[in-house]
Structure formats: C-alpha cells, structure tokens
C-alpha cells in the first residue's frame, strides 16, 4: 500500500453550542467529534463506520470544511485547511469533493443532467469553449455508465441508482483527488448498492483516487476499504486494515459490531455480544471512556481514564483505544 499521507487529522473537536432561557444563551454543548486523529494514505479507501449519531458524517463535513471544526488540525497534502480563507478554500474544493447520502436531495430539481454536471465545470472555469464543455459532460456520463441521449433530462426522471450516478458524476467534474463517500449507497436498494460499489472501485483504480467512506453497514464496509475506522459517541475506538480488523478484532465495541453481521446460513450459530443499555447522549458523555457504561469488560479505572488511540504491539497499521483491549474471536 502507498505509504504517502494525504490527509491528516490531528485532535479534531467539532461542539454544536445549545442555547436556551429568554435571553438564547448557551447553556451547554453537543460535542459531535471528540479529539479525533488519523491519517488517510494516498489511493486508499479509509471506511469510517459506527452507530447512527456516532459523529460520522459531521467528521466527513469538517475535514471539506463544510462544518468549520471547533478546534483541532486537518491537513491536505501538507496544507492546513481550517484556516484558509474563502478564495483559498475555493481554489482547493476542486482537489476535495463528497457525494452524499440521498441522491435525490442532493440534486436540484429543477436542473438538466448537463446542467448539473456543467455546474462545477463552470464554477472552476475548466472548458475553453461551450463544445469542450459538453465533450467533458459526455466523458463523465460515460464515466459513470450513463447514456448520452439523457443529458437534457431531469432527477426525477431517473431511478435512485442512476441518481447516485450523476452525483458521483458531479464529484468527478472537477477532477478531485480526495472524495467523502457520506453513505452512498444506504438510500439504495441490495441489487443497486453492489453496482454502485464496484463502479466506486474501478473509479479508483481508473483515476487515483483516495477515498473517505462513510457508512454503518459492516458487510458495505468489509468490501470495498483498505482500513476500517470504528468510531463510538464521537472518538475512534479502533482503526485497522479490513483483514485484520474483520479477524482480530480488539476493542469490546468491534467486537459487538462485528457480532451482528448477519450470516447467510441457517444451519451456522453465531454469538451474539449483546450491550447492555442505550448510547449515552453526546450532550452529557460518561467520564472515561465513552464505551465503559455498556462495556462487557469494564474494570475500574474504565469510569475514570479516558483511553488513549494506541498502537497494537507486534501489529501493522492497527490502534485501539482501550484500557483492556484483547484480541479475540467475535
């Protein structure tokens, strides 16, 4: 795998302030992100997986600078984007796309095809001429496995996994390096999603790309990342390559995860790890580890000291934040 960093994140905090009384003044804080750090290589897919309200798509958003973070660092190739100003971040967009969740609401309605994708060509001024322009339209349906003959037609008009097409045809107009994948395929029907997946892949392959994918199904995951981010109420549990995350898992919270994957065979029985009660509130996180009211394994100092994302001795590419992590069966 290639070894060159090209994103790096460093201790990232995102709080949506609360405010209330009369007056609206900020009574508390939701923090969404909680002191996050790791790398993204070049060419790699990072998967970023965890339970809904885990923090997920509100990372993906900070690292574009969609969401400003509250504090912390993200580099791009060497450059720290939570500072630059509007010009520079602009400039920079073109190197940093994301495709979204819902294909249909990520589309203007009242928008052709070509307009759409003609959009952020125009934005980045990347066509001389109107005949280059509809050239590199053509070049992206062609991309993305859609017709020509449906550039005048509009979202409504194509099926959900089309939709997702053109959004991923949007993200490549420009001709990123880096894309979030914030749960493209969720919104998707099975048969779809696999379709959507591999055309993914061999986007990569085609055109260089580092992916961010975002999603909550494990099995999504398992195929299409080179690593796997686990992230709980905010932090990142455990980060590891696919293989060895699906095979040795270490944190009690993968662990769980990866327990309720469902097998097709009936005649296979699987232990199930069950958590004892709900996911705090961000509003109001546990002191220590996050994970220690629901952990199987909590000892005393788990209500106490918050544990630190450390390397895995004897172990390549794998971190675990966890006090009395273990490897073991799932």
Known sequence: MNRE???????????????GGLLGRKIGALQAVSDVSFDIYKGETLGLVGESGCGKSTLGRCILRLLDPTSGSVK???????????????????????IFQDPFASLNPRMSVEE?????????????????RKKRIFELM???GLRKESISRYPHEFSGGQRQRICIARALAVEPQFIVCDEPVSALDVSIQAQILNLLQD????LGLTYLFIAHDLKVVE????????????KVAEIASGEELYEKPMHPYTK??????PIPDPTYKKDRILLKGDVPSPLNPPSGCYFHPRCPVVQGNCSKDIP???????????AVSCHYAKEGPH
Request: no cysteine.
């Open 5 to 19: 960093i090209l994103l790096s994140v460093r201790n990232l905090v995102k709080e949506f302030p609360i405010h």
């Open 76 to 98: 791009f190739q060497g450059q720290e984007l939570t500072t630059l100003g509007k010009t520079e971040l602009r400039k920079l967009r073109r190197s940093m796309q994301i």
């Open 116 to 132: 759409i994708l003609g959009e952020p060509i125009d934005i980045h001024e990347l066509a001389p001429s109107k005949e280059a």
């Open 142 to 144: 062609d991309l993305v």
């Open 203 to 206: 986007l990569q392959k085609e």
């Open 223 to 234: 195929h299409i990342s080179t690593r796997v981010a686990v992230m709980y109420l905010g």
């Open 256 to 261: 769980a995860l990866l327990s309720a994957i």
């Open 308 to 318: 630190q994302l450390v390397a895995v001795l004897g172990a390549v590419d794998h």
